[in-house]
């Protein structure tokens, strides 16, 4: 957008050094994006301290836009920050570092548990933008960009029925153990029912699609089985609930 508009104005006529083109985006509003004119080519800056070499500069990781405690969502709509929708996308952005940790764990170990957790943390990305992007304000083009496919659900009862093949059948509760690998996917999969349940009045108003709560519905069942594999190739014993003796 930013080189279109550039080239606009290039075909328009301008003949100065140096100029600028706005651009709108839902983030920032309208923004100024300096412009170096150098022999009919052309550079543009993410921030307004554009140096003299006409190289761009890095955008700046703070934009201040969220400092009256409301944020922007995909669809251009502006909430309070303590709005559900971003109480589900932080959740699920929470959710998300827990598997990344998780990974980290299984990699180290080995259990093979890792591929399908960098699938899921990508899914979850899908879910934000899912969130993010409520039909009551969103057009029909974002709405389909962020749509989020059933088949990602079935994906995970194939997943976890075939992990669940390899297990001994469960005949006492156990606690969140067996190593390091088994208990942070038991954290993820704590976390992830705290996401589903930020996630159930979104599907109930309408906002979110269905797809998405049984996605996260599935998903903590995943970690489930996916801690007691873990435990399983790590050779770690899974620690049995024992009722408390008054």
């Known amino acids: 957008r930013i080189m279109r508009a550039i080239r606009r104005g290039a075909r328009l006529g301008r003949k100065k050094t140096s100029s600028c083109v706005s651009i709108r985006s839902s983030e920032r509003g309208w923004t100024k994006f300096p412009i170096c004119h150098q022999k009919n080519k052309y550079f543009y800056s ?11 500069s890095k955008t700046r990781i703070y934009t201040r836009t969220g400092d009256k405690g409301t944020s922007s969502l995909y669809s251009g709509e502006r909430r309070t920050k303590d ?20 990974r980290e764990h299984c990699i180290v170990s080995g259990n093979g548990l890792d591929e399908k957790l960098e699938k899921i943390q990508s899914l979850l990305l899908d879910v934000g933008s899912c969130v993010a992007t409520p039909p009551s304000t969103a057009s029909e083009r974002k709405l389909e960009r962020t ?13 976890i029925d075939e992990i669940d093949k390899q297990l001994p059948p469960l005949k006492n509760f156990i606690l969140p153990s067996g190593g390091l690998s088994s208990s942070s996917l038991h954290v993820a999969r704590s976390v992830c029912r ?7 009045p979104l599907v109930r108003s309408g906002d979110v699609p269905d797809s998405v709560g049984r996605f996260l519905n599935r998903l903590s069942d995943f970690f489930f089985v996916a801690a007691r594999f873990a435990a399983q190739k790590d ?8 009722k408390s003796q008054h």
């Open 83 to 102: 709005d559900q929708v971003f109480q589900a996308l932080g959740d699920t952005d929470e959710l998300n570092s827990c598997i990344g940790m998780a």
């Open 235 to 242: 050779g770690k014993e899974e620690v049995i609930y024992k």
């Open 194 to 200: 705290r996401a589903e349940r930020s996630v159930v």
């Open 46 to 56: 993410t921030t307004m301290d554009q140096s003299n070499s006409g190289e761009v």
């Open 147 to 159: 749509s989020f496919n059933e088949d990602y659900v079935k994906q995970l009862e194939q997943w």
